[in-house]
Structure formats: structure tokens, C-alpha cells
């Protein structure tokens, strides 16, 4: 795999190029989260986030910086500092959250960069460009996913790289094809320029990342994978039931799920799973029209979505419905 711990480049890189995650970022001040909360989502982090990065292949050196809130009980900390060598850097701070915490965490390292001698022997050698990807800390992503980000640079200034196509695991262990627009696994392509911090990719919200900068979608095999449990926000399983098979051979994974179902079990399963999806859909109609919508652009293979107002389908009809005087009850 990948050195994720090395942020210097050699001369002709074209870019640097960071993975990050927020663990426990203080949203509330005040408020830290409780260990039970944070020993629940390490087990999360482990079994997907951790495990599937330190199994990347073929990609370029990438440096992971990883949020935690330092207001933690030292054990914790101690486990966390174990996991970290050799994987990813914490940041460890009770700052409220701003994506300047990773922009300064990744300026620091460059200015390290710059006042010590290269990998290649070279010396203050920072690439011109940057890309920050997003992953969640309950999160996963396919063995190729690095890679295929960095396949996917072009030297354009605020553009952002998706890949729509992922799966999703519920509390079960049955797994689902997902198509998400603007999907939570970003990446920024940002020119560095001299006296002035990156934006990083969480400048954006990620559902509305078009209204900040054009979107490139790109049409790939599932290349993200997202975890369903109690505490998660997204805690619908909105994708089409699938089986494993595609799980198994495209992530690396110490999560707990059904490796292997039978045929008629599967054709059961996928059976019962629409039923239940036709009533998601009569619920909340938002949901299908946000399927509706993926579904269009994907049949349009890879493409790029201009920068634009950043709503989805779902919320420009509501939009447009609203301004006509319609107001849902």
C-alpha cells in the first residue's frame, strides 16, 4: 500500500495529497463527547475507516490526518496513539470545528517540508497543487480508492472529484447498492498559492459542493462503502439490496457482515427490500427523487456538473413549488 505517512513529495509531483476524517470534533462547546460514545465509534473506525485505508492499493504517497477532541480519557488517547503509528497523524484539539484546523495542519507540515531536505534529496520540495479527500470516521473505502482519486486529477483550480457509486452495510450485515450524488467521500483539487491556506474539501458542504465549485462525477464501480448504525445520521437503507460478493472483493474490511448469502435467500431478501423501499418512497419522497436523479446522471457516464445553485433535484422542486405558493403540511 501507499506510505500514508510521509507529506513530502519528490520535485516533479504534481500535488500533495491528504485523507481527512473528523473522529470527534467539537461542534458544541463545552460538551465533550462521552467515552462510551467514543469507544462505540472506534470499534466503527477500526472495523472500517482504519482497515480500509491501511489496505489502499497502487496509489501515490498520501498523508491521512485524523480530528480527535483532546478532552478524552487517557486510555483512549493511549489506543488511539497505538492505531495512529505508521497509519495516520491525530490532531488532537478542542477548537470549535472549522476546516482551518486541517488547513493549518497541513500548512505546518508543509512548511516542515520546506525547511528540511526532500525524499529524493532535493530539499523544499512542495508540490504545486493539493487535493483533500473526506472520509467519516464510521466509513470505508474500496482498495483502489486512492488511487483512482489521484487518476482523476486535472490541474483546475476548485473542482471536485465524486464517485457516486458505493455501498451501503446496515446493523444487519446485509449490504446495498447506493448511487449518491456529491457523495460524502469528496475530494478538493485546489493550486497552492504562497501566504494563503488551503480551503480543504470540508470548505464545502458536500451535498451541495456544486455551489461552491463544478463536480465531477465519475461513473466506477462501488468505490465507497458506508456504515448504517444507531448513532449514525443516514440511518435509512435507501440502495438496492445486492449481495456481497462485490464487498468482498473490492474492500478491505474487519467489519462484521453476511459474507456469503444464498441465491434464494438473496432473491427473498432483494424481494422484501423493494417492498419496504416503495414505502420509504411513499414517506419520503424526497428519497426518490434523489434516487431518480443519480440514477440520470450515472446513465450519463463520467461527466462534470457545472457550479450552480448546489440544491438536488428534491430541493429545487421544493424550490420552485414554494415560490408558487404550495407549502408542504
Same mark, same amino acid.
Given at each position: 500500500?501507499?506510505?500514508?505517512?510521509?507529506?513530502?513529495?519528490? &520535485?516533479?509531483?504534481?500535488?500533495?495529497?491528504?485523507?481527512?476524517?473528523? @473522529?470527534?470534533?467539537? @461542534?458544541?462547546?463545552? *460538551?465533550? /463527547?462521552?467515552?462510551?460514545?467514543?469507544?462505540?465509534?472506534? &470499534?466503527? +473506525?477500526?472495523?472500517?475507516?482504519?482497515?480500509?485505508?491501511?489496505?489502499? %492499493? &497502487?496509489?501515490?504517497? =498520501?498523508?491521512?490526518?485524523?480530528?480527535?477532541? $483532546?478532552?478524552?480519557?487517557? $486510555? +483512549?488517547? /493511549?489506543?488511539?496513539?497505538?492505531?495512529?503509528?505508521?497509519? @495516520?497523524?491525530?490532531?488532537?484539539?478542542?477548537?470549535?470545528?472549522?476546516?482551518?484546523? +486541517?488547513?493549518?495542519?497541513?500548512?505546518?507540515?508543509?512548511?516542515?517540508?520546506?525547511?528540511?531536505?526532500?525524499?529524493?534529496?532535493?530539499?523544499?520540495?512542495? /508540490?504545486?497543487?493539493?487535493?483533500?479527500?473526506?472520509?467519516?470516521?464510521?466509513?470505508?473505502?474500496?482498495?483502489? =480508492?486512492?488511487?483512482?482519486?489521484?487518476?482523476? =486529477?486535472?490541474?483546475?483550480?476548485?473542482? @471536485?472529484? $465524486?464517485?457516486?457509486?458505493?455501498? %451501503?452495510?446496515?446493523?444487519?450485515?446485509?449490504?446495498?447498492?447506493?448511487?449518491?450524488?456529491?457523495?460524502?467521500?469528496?475530494?478538493?483539487?485546489?493550486?497552492?498559492? *504562497?501566504?494563503? %491556506?488551503?480551503?480543504?474539501?470540508?470548505?464545502?458542504?458536500?451535498?451541495?459542493?456544486?455551489?461552491?465549485?463544478?463536480?465531477?462525477?465519475?461513473?466506477?464501480?462501488?468505490?465507497?462503502?458506508?456504515?448504517?448504525?444507531?448513532?449514525?445520521?443516514?440511518?435509512?437503507?435507501?440502495?438496492?439490496?445486492?449481495?456481497?460478493?462485490?464487498?468482498?472483493?473490492?474492500?478491505?474490511?474487519?467489519?462484521?457482515?453476511?459474507? $456469503?448469502?444464498?441465491?434464494?435467500?438473496?432473491?427473498? %431478501?432483494?424481494?422484501?427490500?423493494?417492498?419496504?423501499?416503495?414505502?420509504?418512497?411513499?414517506?419520503?419522497?424526497?428519497?426518490?427523487?434523489?434516487?431518480? *436523479?443519480?440514477?440520470?446522471?450515472?446513465?450519463?457516464?463520467?461527466?462534470?456538473?457545472?457550479?450552480?445553485?448546489?440544491?438536488?433535484?428534491?430541493?429545487?422542486?421544493?424550490?420552485?413549488?414554494?415560490?408558487? &405558493?404550495?407549502?408542504?403540511?
Amino acid at each position: 500500500m501507499a506510505s500514508p505517512a510521509d507529506p513530502a513529495r519528490s &520535485g516533479s509531483a504534481p500535488f500533495d495529497h491528504y485523507l481527512l476524517t473528523r @473522529f470527534s470534533a467539537a @461542534f458544541t462547546p463545552g *460538551e465533550p /463527547a462521552q467515552a462510551e460514545w467514543l469507544r462505540y465509534r472506534l &470499534g466503527f +473506525f477500526v472495523d472500517a475507516c482504519w482497515s480500509s485505508v491501511l489496505g489502499q %492499493q &497502487g496509489a501515490s504517497d =498520501f498523508t491521512w490526518l485524523v480530528l480527535f477532541d $483532546d478532552r478524552c480519557p487517557d $486510555d +483512549f488517547r /493511549a489506543d488511539v496513539e497505538s492505531l495512529a503509528a505508521g497509519a @495516520f497523524t491525530p490532531i488532537w484539539s478542542h477548537e470549535p470545528w472549522s476546516p482551518s484546523i +486541517f488547513a493549518r495542519a497541513i500548512e505546518s507540515r508543509r512548511v516542515g517540508a520546506e525547511g528540511s531536505e526532500g525524499a529524493g534529496g532535493t530539499g523544499g520540495a512542495v /508540490a504545486p497543487w493539493l487535493l483533500t479527500t473526506r472520509l467519516d470516521s464510521d466509513d470505508g473505502i474500496a482498495r483502489d =480508492f486512492m488511487a483512482a482519486v489521484q487518476r482523476e =486529477f486535472t490541474p483546475t483550480d476548485g473542482l @471536485f472529484v $465524486d464517485f457516486p457509486r458505493g455501498i %451501503q452495510i446496515d446493523r444487519s450485515g446485509n449490504t446495498y447498492l447506493y448511487d449518491q450524488l456529491s457523495s460524502p467521500f469528496l475530494t478538493l483539487v485546489e493550486q497552492r498559492h *504562497e501566504g494563503r %491556506q488551503p480551503q480543504t474539501v470540508y470548505a464545502a458542504r458536500h451535498a451541495r459542493a456544486s455551489a461552491w465549485g463544478p463536480v465531477r462525477e465519475v461513473s466506477a464501480p462501488p468505490m465507497w462503502v458506508q456504515v448504517i448504525h444507531g448513532s449514525n445520521l443516514l440511518n435509512m437503507t435507501v440502495g438496492a439490496r445486492v449481495s456481497p460478493r462485490v464487498v468482498n472483493e473490492r474492500f478491505e474490511l474487519a467489519l462484521v457482515y453476511d459474507r $456469503d448469502v444464498p441465491l434464494p435467500s438473496l432473491l427473498r %431478501q432483494k424481494a422484501v427490500h423493494r417492498l419496504r423501499l416503495m414505502g420509504v418512497w411513499w414517506r419520503h419522497p424526497g428519497e426518490a427523487t434523489k434516487w431518480a *436523479e443519480a440514477k440520470f446522471w450515472r446513465l450519463r457516464g463520467t461527466h462534470v456538473r457545472p457550479r450552480g445553485s448546489g440544491l438536488n433535484l428534491t430541493e429545487s422542486l421544493k424550490a420552485k413549488l414554494a415560490r408558487r &405558493g404550495w407549502r408542504p403540511r
